[in-house]
């Protein structure tokens, strides 16, 4: 079956400190890969996406994420957090027939 | 602003009734997503067109439908509802019908309460 897991509903970080998010993914074929943010009371905003090619991905807000095959992860990185950043974060896969399934969502908290 | 557009913002209504929510996609964009955003559930996809022709269905409930008119508008209805359909339903857009490569672009959401 296809899927995306989150596996932490909750991720505390200091600012100025770098900040991970994790993913992993289950999909047949070559994966399709994507992190989307949500702030309070918004829809989702596009972040960054794999498709294919360099292994670190590079999007908006200074956050990046590294396709990792081997481990089948796509964790999402920035190397020195903003209290901004805090919001709901969800890593998505292109799923059969091109829906896209969404992760249960990591709630990033920065701490000042 | 993603330039999707939904309406209502926030809909209350009672159990067993009727509801319709409607999404503007962005200029350009012919394929439209649906989705349901709960607490328990977190973020499902319910049902995506295409130009007007349903493309892809996901977990979505008999009782709730949805079309995309000649200009691209969209509309989701929820009927016989039940306090479990309380939920942000989301409306998405992309240029072209797969999403496969390409990202989607969210509206702000309605959040409906039934009581």
């Known amino acids: 079956a296809q899927s995306v897991a989150q596996p932490e509903d909750q991720v505390n970080v200091a600012e100025g400190n770098p900040l991970t998010v994790k993913c992993t993914y289950s999909?047949?074929?070559?994966?399709?890969l994507f992190w989307y943010v949500q702030y309070p009371n918004r829809g989702l905003q596009f972040l960054l996406k794999?498709?294919?090619?360099?292994?670190l991905v590079k999007g908006s807000y200074g956050f990046e994420a590294e396709f990792n095959k081997s481990q089948t992860s796509f964790h999402l990185k920035k190397p020195s957090a903003l209290v901004s950043d805090s919001a709901l974060y969800f890593c998505?896969?292109?799923?059969?027939?091109?829906?896209?399934?969404f992760g249960k969502g990591t709630r990033l908290h920065i701490l000042p | 602003d993603s330039g999707v557009t939904q309406t209502p913002k926030h809909l209350i209504t009672a159990t067993g009734q009727r509801v319709t929510l409607r999404c503007s996609p962005r200029?350009?964009?012919?394929?439209v997503y649906w989705y349901q955003q709960s607490l328990d559930q977190g973020l499902q996809f319910l049902i995506q067109?295409?130009?007007?022709?349903?493309?892809a269905k996901g977990n979505i409930l008999e009782r709730f439908s949805a079309q995309q008119f000649p200009d691209l508008h969209s509309e989701l209805n929820l009927s016989s509802l039940e306090l479990g359909d309380s939920a942000l339903y989301f409306c998405?857009?992309?240029?072209?019908?797969?999403?496969?490569?390409?990202?989607?672009?969210f509206g702000p959401g309605t959040r409906l309460t039934v009581t």
């Open positions: 998405a857009s992309s240029v072209v019908p797969s999403g496969a490569q390409l990202e989607q672009y």
């Open positions: 999909v047949s074929g070559n994966p399709y």
């Open positions: 794999y498709i294919t090619g360099d292994n």
């Open positions: 998505a896969v292109r799923a059969k027939g091109d829906k896209i399934i």
């Open positions: 200029s350009g964009d012919l394929s």
């Open positions: 067109y295409y130009n007007g022709e349903e493309r």
